[in-house]
Each structure stands twice: as structure tokens, then as C-alpha cells.
């Protein structure tokens, strides 16, 4: 196996699930240490533990939720002070949120959507900066989605598709700013991954309009079987941490096993 993380710090937002906990062990067992940062779960203090006893101190588990300022710049300053410094941040953390038709969806639908997933990217980008910079050197991965690419679109999903679609221009405006700093800034946009996602979506019963499939439809990824697999974007995460891939900074990488070619 690679050791491509020794001694280097990473944080990695909504590490209890999904990518951000396969990104997580992937990075630990390559020497990283990684900053866990969920909401209060259970699953961030269980992988904590499990990755300590893979690593002797290698994980710090920290509550916090990317949306709320205050708390966000109290567990980077943690972080910090506990690895003593940062080299890598996964800016992941995100929720589906409201799913509806636009004149049904409430102002606080629309906010909650916009807060988490877009604020909680501005957020975790602005208090790790300035460590990033101390070091001189750092990279910066944030996840969109195929929803976040201009030519893709989801009924139902305007909430959801306009956060990802911001996180891609503000990705790009980040990677030209920091770019003197050599800090990369880069954003991958998945397709369907087999994750605990659909628990954060939030659905109008009364909302007949639209219809949102609950199984994954056969061959919608035509590379694959069926959704890709939380170590499918980790890998490609782990690659674009790396400095494998140095000279990559600003790139929209699309990770669907071409759903979105269809
Ligand atoms: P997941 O639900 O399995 O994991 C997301 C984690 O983020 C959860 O542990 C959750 O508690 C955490 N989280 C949510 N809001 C948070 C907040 N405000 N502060 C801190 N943590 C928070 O889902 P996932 O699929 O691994 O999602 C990771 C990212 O991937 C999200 O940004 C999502 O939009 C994106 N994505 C997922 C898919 C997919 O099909 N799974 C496709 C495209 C993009």
C-alpha cells in the first residue's frame, strides 16, 4: 500500500458516512491523520476508535455542524492545535434536503438546503485557509455533484442542484485565488454512490407532482452494475490530495460510471 499521507493533517467534513468515512480510512491508512467532522453521531467516535487502534492517535472525532460559524472555527483551531497543523481539507459534508416542486417549497426548505450545503462549504473553506497558507503549500477537494453540472437536471430537485452547481463556481474562484499560495482547490461531481444519503432527504407528502425513484434504475451507470461505491470517489479523492496530482487545481472531475452521458 501507498504511504502517501505521512505526516500530513486532514479534515474531512461528514466523516461518519459515506465518502467522507471511506475517504477517511482511506487517508488514515496511508498515514494521515485525520480531523473526523460530523454532526453529534455515533459513527464519527466509533471510527475515531477504530482508526486509533489502526494508528496509534491518528484520528480526532469532532461535533460540529459545517453551517454554524462559530463552532466550525472552534474545531479548526482543534484540529490544529491537536496535529499541529493542516495539509488536506474534504470539504463533503452535505444533505439532499427538500425535494419538491419550486412554489411548494417553503423559504426555510430552500434555506436549510443553501445553509448546509453551500454556507458549510464557504465555511469549512474560510477558517482552513489560513493554515493551509501557513504551510505553504495545501489541497483543497470539495464534492458537487452531476446535479452541479449546468447540462443535468433532476425534477423536483432545485434546492439540492443549485447548491452543487455553486459549490462548482466557488471551487473555481477559490482555486484561482489561492493558486500563488500553491493551495489547489478542486471539485468532483459524483454520480449515484451507494451511501446513507437518501436518510437526508426530505420529502413532501403531499407533493404527487413529482416522481422520485426509490430504487436505482438498472443500467443508469453504464460502467457498472449499479451506484458506484464510497472507495470508487475516495480513491479519487486520495489522488487529488496527493501530490500525484500537483499540477491539477481548478478541474470539475465527474465520477458516474457515465450516468450523466445517458
Ligand atoms: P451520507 O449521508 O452517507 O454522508 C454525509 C455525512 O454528512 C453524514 O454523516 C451527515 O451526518 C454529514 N452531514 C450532513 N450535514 C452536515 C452538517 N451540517 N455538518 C456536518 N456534517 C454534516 O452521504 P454521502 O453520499 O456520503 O454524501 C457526501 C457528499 O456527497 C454530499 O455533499 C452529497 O451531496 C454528495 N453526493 C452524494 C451522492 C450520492 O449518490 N451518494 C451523489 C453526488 C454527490
Redesign the pocket.
Known amino acids: 500500500k501507498k504511504q502517501r499521507f505521512l505526516g500530513k493533517t486532514a479534515i474531512i467534513?461528514?466523516?461518519?458516512?459515506?465518502?467522507?468515512?471511506a475517504t477517511a480510512i482511506q487517508m488514515a491508512k496511508e498515514g494521515a491523520n485525520v480531523a473526523l467532522?460530523?454532526?453529534v453521531?455515533e459513527?464519527t467516535s466509533v471510527l475515531e476508535q477504530k482508526l486509533n487502534k489502526l494508528r496509534k492517535d491518528c484520528a480526532l472525532a469532532i461535533d460540529?455542524?459545517?453551517?454554524d460559524a462559530g463552532r466550525m472555527e472552534e474545531a479548526v483551531r482543534r484540529t490544529v492545535e491537536h496535529f499541529g497543523g493542516l495539509d488536506i481539507v474534504f470539504a463533503?459534508?452535505?444533505?439532499?434536503g427538500a425535494v419538491g416542486p419550486i412554489e411548494e417549497l417553503s423559504l426555510s426548505d430552500w434555506e436549510r438546503t443553501i445553509t448546509?450545503?453551500l454556507t458549510?462549504t464557504f465555511l469549512t473553506l474560510k477558517y482552513t485557509i489560513p493554515h493551509l497558507k501557513e504551510k505553504g503549500k495545501g489541497s483543497i477537494i470539495i464534492?458537487?455533484?452531476?446535479?452541479g453540472n449546468s447540462r443535468f437536471a433532476s425534477f423536483g430537485w432545485s434546492p439540492?442542484s443549485t447548491t452543487?452547481a455553486g459549490q462548482v463556481a466557488f471551487a473555481k474562484m477559490a482555486a484561482l485565488e489561492l493558486a500563488k499560495f500553491k493551495i489547489r482547490v478542486n471539485v468532483i461531481?459524483?454520480?449515484?454512490?451507494?451511501?446513507?444519503?437518501d436518510?437526508?432527504t426530505e420529502f413532501n407528502e403531499d407533493v404527487e407532482s413529482i416522481v422520485i425513484p426509490i430504487e436505482f434504475p438498472e443500467g443508469a451507470q453504464p460502467l457498472a452494475d449499479g451506484?458506484?461505491k464510497?472507495d470508487n470517489?475516495a480513491d479519487l479523492v486520495s489522488f487529488l490530495a496527493s501530490d500525484e496530482s500537483i499540477h491539477i487545481t481548478g478541474a470539475q472531475i465527474v465520477i458516474d460510471g457515465a450516468e450523466s452521458l445517458l
Open positions: 467534513t461528514g466523516a461518519g458516512s459515506g465518502i467522507g468515512r467532522f460530523d454532526l453521531n459513527r460540529v455542524d459545517t453551517s463533503n459534508a452535505g444533505i439532499n448546509v450545503n458549510g464534492t458537487s455533484s452531476i446535479n439540492y452543487k461531481c459524483p454520480g449515484a454512490i451507494s451511501t446513507n444519503i436518510e437526508s451506484p458506484g464510497p470517489v
